[in-house]
């Protein structure tokens, strides 16, 4: 931890409640929560050339390419609102993607303190994402989340577990608990 600043990864598969407790927990730390899925659905509905881009990949369940995301965070945690931390959701999602972002963090002296893992059993998985189910998302593209998830985001659960970096907190409680066990994984 560089001169008090927090850097922290939320990882956790589709419905585990990420988003929800990234906001609670970004306010209770004092840092930004930096959502790369709501960056992007702003793209989207702003018409942007970043929204033009990937509002394809986006509704199909896909991952948007390492290349571009890379710049797109590159860009945001460059941001003067990054500089005492941030607190990370939705990024990183593939092994490439941890790359690019010790690099990002190696650049601005800082280094990652904390990847908390939301774990969820399968099944509440499912009965969530039905219950949130966007216009456009149907059954397929949300299993087709849930795929990409398991194969590409959730082998990097091992990889920060090795780099001692890991506290696993069980999603599967109220909300309120999720977010008292989640200030207490990294106090
Ligand atoms: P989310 O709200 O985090 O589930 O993100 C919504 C969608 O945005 C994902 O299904 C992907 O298409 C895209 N996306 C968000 N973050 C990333 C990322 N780190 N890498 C690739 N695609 C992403």
Redesign the pocket.
């Known amino acids: 931890m560089a001169g008090g600043s927090l850097h922290v990864v939320l990882l956790g598969p589709?419905g585990s409640g990420k988003?929800t407790q990234a906001e609670r927990l970004a306010a209770k730390l004092s840092v930004p929560a930096i959502?790369?899925?709501?960056m992007?659905?702003a793209a989207v509905a702003q018409g942007s050339a970043l929204g033009a881009r990937?509002e394809g990949?986006?509704a199909s369940?896909?991952?948007?390419s390492?290349e571009l995301?890379a710049e797109v965070v590159q860009d945001r945690l460059a941001k003067d609102d990054c500089k005492g931390g941030f607190l990370l959701?939705?990024?990183?999602?593939?092994a490439a993607?941890t790359q690019t972002l010790d690099d990002i963090l190696d650049d601005l002296g800082e280094r990652l303190d904390h990847v908390i893992y939301l774990s969820v059993p399968e099944e509440e998985l499912v009965r969530r994402a039905l219950l949130r189910q966007r216009d456009d998302d149907t059954e397929e593209v949300i299993q087709e989340?849930l795929r990409v998830y398991r194969n590409e985001t959730e082998p990097l659960v091992a990889h920060y577990e090795q780099a001692g970096l890991l506290r696993r907190v069980d999603g599967d409680r109220s909300m309120d608990e999720v977010t008292a066990a989640m200030l207490e994984a990294i106090r």
């Open positions: 589709p988003g959502s790369t899925g709501e992007l659905r990937v990949v986006m369940g896909q991952l948007v390492d995301m959701d939705g990024y990183p999602r593939t993607q989340r």
